[in-house]
């Protein structure tokens, strides 16, 4: 057999978890990273940034994959017609909120209409995932996380990179170097602790309550991640931890064995002790600054400050809201925020209630409509983490604002469906 021919051969026996794997966890990343080169908050010229804040390389991504199911078949008509009613009906909520916020109540159209289309972007993404996913294995999902983890593996070697070989500060704009911004194609290092955190909460059930077998593989990984993790300082990421630990554990009602949890929780001392030894001397990477216990808006990062003022500001367009990305410049608590971290306000400052009754009414159904599937496999336990993980860092982070975890959550979504749908087909 010929090189071409053995490669061909490789390729085709390739999963779409292998794709998505690949893609999701090691492609877009790096892409990002070679695009977005900064040490500083934003990147100049003014369009770059635009398109950095909106995360477009991974829409474009999703245009992709969407334009791939659709000539596999897929068909958003044949879709629409087997939901049942009430999605329907909160799918009509969440257009109407769109269209009316973004065209009739936004102080920036443009901006706004664009952030509409790609949440519709988003959804289509994911019904596409699920109608490609109809006749994945389950035991072929194993794959996204081996790729998932090979990508933390080149983010922390670009990581090393951008930290150990800089720039002179005085080539950088401003003269300051910083390091916050500095991880490779993330905005922030709390969004690249996040992304690591995801993968290390599905690493952690797997140790928890996996297949022996996968024992081996994730120890490691499971190390790096909640490593990278603990290094970035993102508080919320290791929280989001120890929910879907309580949340898998309430629901199978069963505690894991004394060994594994035992393994658990010295990788995790591990983890932070190599996070610690290796922390750069800058309080943003730290877990705890000592202004933190000045009040309680310090120690949430400014958090409840911004949710008044969001909060405030929704009140005065209760129906509809301001506009799709609307808290960018509709509140300002002493700096623009891109999103008000925290999903249900993000839903209701952009679209108001009626918008937000439609997106959370379909958040909800499908949380429901897959949690006992992605639970009682221990195949599907890695990507029911990473979902939980992600869903809860939706109320404290931006994670159903930024296309690169949407995209996650949207893949966990589409193959716990489709697991669901084949498990119901038996």
Known sequence: MTQAATINATMTRWTLCDWLGVGLGIVMPVLAALLYPTYIHRVDPGWAEWTRLLEMPFVVAELVAIQIAVRRGYRDAALWRALPRDVKAAFGLLA????????????????????????????????????????????DIGALFRWLTLGLGALAVLTVWRFQLPPPAAEVPGGVIEWGSALPGFISVRHFGSWTGAIAAGLMLALLYGEEEEQRIATPAYLLAAGLTCWSGTRAALLAMVVVGVVALVSLRRWPSRARLVRVAALSVLALALALLLLPDDPVFFLYAAGDAQSADMATGGRLALWHATFERWRDAPLFGWGSGSVFWEVYVGWTHTQPHNVVLQCLISWGVVGAAGALWLLGRAIVATHRTGIDDVRLLPVTGMLYSLLFMSLLEGMLHYPRFIMMIAVGFALLFAARERSMAR
Do not use: K, M, N, Y
Not at 105 to 132: E, N
């Open 96 to 139: 109407i909120g769109l269209t009316v916020s973004s065209v009739f109540r936004s102080q920036h159209p443009f901006d706004s209409i664009l952030l509409s289309l790609i949440t519709l972007v988003h959804l289509r993404f994911c019904a596409a995932i699920h109608f490609l996913a109809r006749g994945e294995r389950v035991t």
